[in-house]
């Protein structure tokens, strides 16, 4: 950044005990030292905190990544069991459901469906549908 050589330095030597002169230059030269110490001190401590910082933000998204990820896990395992349960029909799946689920919930037992693949519904003949249906009325 700086391109500061020799020659501009024995300059700046010259300068400063021309102006400051021969008895305080020496007092000048440490004063200054100190003051460029500080300012190196209090930079290296920013960069050292925003550094943390920065850390911090990195462990943050981690978690929440990860978090990210246990919740599409358990959806997974949901959708998996869902599917066998459609594929299976019966108790099992929903026992399986129950296995697969990692997080705190009630499995509600349901009763297995009234009709296999093979079976129809019996479909009611026309005029018993008109004796049992009431008449739709628009108000």
Known sequence: ????????????????????????????????????GRIKRSLRETREELERQVGMEDVRR?????????????????????????????????EHKAEAVTTETTVVETEPPLLTQNETIPIPSPQILEKSAPPITRH
């Open 62 to 94: 981690q978690l929440h990544t990860e978090e990210m990820m246990r919740t599409l896990d358990n959806m997974q395992e949901e959708i998996d069991a869902a599917l066998n349960y459609e594929r299976m029909g019966s108790k099992a799946a929903l």
């Open 1 to 36: 950044m700086f391109d500061i050589g020799f020659s501009e330095l024995i300059v700046c030597a010259i300068v400063g005990l021309i102006v400051i002169g021969p008895e305080r230059l020496p007092e000048a030269v440490r004063t200054v030292g100190l003051w460029v």
